[in-house]
């Protein structure tokens, strides 16, 4: 450990006292269109060495301040599982990682992504004693997770907090920037775009109906509302329905009788990943099928619903790949 011991014990006594506090949102002076132009400048260091290897020193501005790299880190923790799989897309294993297996049990995407990696448990709650035992060399959170957490975290290692508030791809330049993972981010990104362009010539097939993304919660649901999730829509061409609740970062609730005053001509459903069990895929959402309500909608009438990949309720960025790949998949029949 590079910080001193006094800090870290003071970490642990300072999380004694917060246990249990939820983890609110980052909040900086910086708007968001400067950090998305940050971002996308800092990841693009030349490689002055000729070697095609990534360059360190560096220097990486993060939601929270900046912090130098004397070396590429090998040993990287994540301790919010919304950043874990940004780091398994670039192929990159965190040495730990905040609710890992439970996700990987949950989620067919996320289970291929993790296949043949190694990566130590932190549990839903992360166990700051196996954090410890783990060493490592950078810690990085989210804002819209443990980022509120980061003067407790950078008192055991170097920590940067990835801004949340951008969108998917400039969240994972940032982090190829931490890991010298630029050129497999472009890979990535130009992956990406191929998909969202397969999808939005499926969408285009269905001009004028409309398309409702929700969770379900097992007794009710929560609508994954346009604001939060514009790439189905402004960038994909999916037609949404007005008046839809936006309260939380994914979008208001609302039950049965709501949806079926909405009558959307398709849904795309994914389960509650929080609520989720592992041994009974899909049940939040089968939970509905003999409904009278639910049986009589539109969509379900007409065969018009489809299923997701739980991450895709939420910020990941393999669930924006498995929404791309359930509206490709299911509209471009």
Same mark, same amino acid.
């Given at each position: ?9 003071? *970490? ?50 993060? +939601? ?12 990287? +923790? ?36 993790? =296949?043949?990696?190694? *990566? ?40 940067? *907090? ?11 330049? =940032? ?14 990104? +130009? ?17 004028? =109906? ?124």
């Amino acid at each position: 450990m590079k910080k001193k011991l006094s800090g870290i014990l003071s *970490v642990i006594i300072a999380t004694a006292v917060v246990a249990g506090c939820g983890a609110g949102q980052v909040t900086t002076d910086t708007n968001a269109n400067n950090k998305v132009q940050t971002a996308k400048a800092g990841a693009a260091q030349p490689d002055t060495k000729g070697t095609g290897e990534p360059v360190y020193p560096r220097t990486i501005k993060h +939601a929270m301040g900046e912090v130098t790299l004397e070396k590429k880190p090998e040993r990287v +923790a994540s301790v919010d599982i919304m950043g874990t799989d940004y780091f398994l897309v670039l192929d990159f294993a965190p040495i730990v990682s905040e609710g890992f297996e439970s996700t990987k049990s949950k989620s067919p995407i996320f289970a291929k992504y993790a =296949e043949g990696k190694t *990566v130590k448990d932190l549990g839903g709650k992360t166990n700051l004693e196996t954090l410890l035992e783990m060493d490592p060399e950078v810690i990085v959170m989210t804002s819209t997770g443990k980022g509120s957490r980061y003067e407790e975290f950078n008192k055991m290692a170097n920590s940067i *907090v990835i801004d949340f508030s951008v969108d998917a791809p400039t969240r994972l330049m =940032e982090i190829a920037e931490v890991i010298g993972k630029e050129e497999k981010a472009k890979q990535v990104l +130009a992956d990406f775009d191929q998909l969202k362009n397969e999808a939005k010539a499926a969408a285009d097939k269905h001009k004028g =109906e409309t398309a409702l993304f929700l969770v379900s919660n097992g007794k009710d649901f929560t609508v994954m509302h346009p604001k939060n999730f514009p790439i189905y829509y402004e960038e994909v061409g999916l037609t949404p329905i007005a008046g839809l609740p936006e309260d939380g970062k994914i979008g208001g609730r609302i039950g049965i009788e709501a949806l079926s005053e909405l009558a959307p001509d398709h849904i795309f459903i994914a389960e509650n990943r929080r609520s989720a069990k592992a041994e009974e895929p899909e049940g939040l959402i089968h939970i509905w099928k003999d409904h009278p309500v639910w049986k009589n909608l539109k969509a379900v009438k007409n065969n018009h619903v489809y299923t997701m990949d739980t991450l895709a309720g939420d910020t990941f960025f393999l669930g924006e790949i498995a929404g791309l790949e359930a509206i490709k998949n299911n509209l471009g029949k």
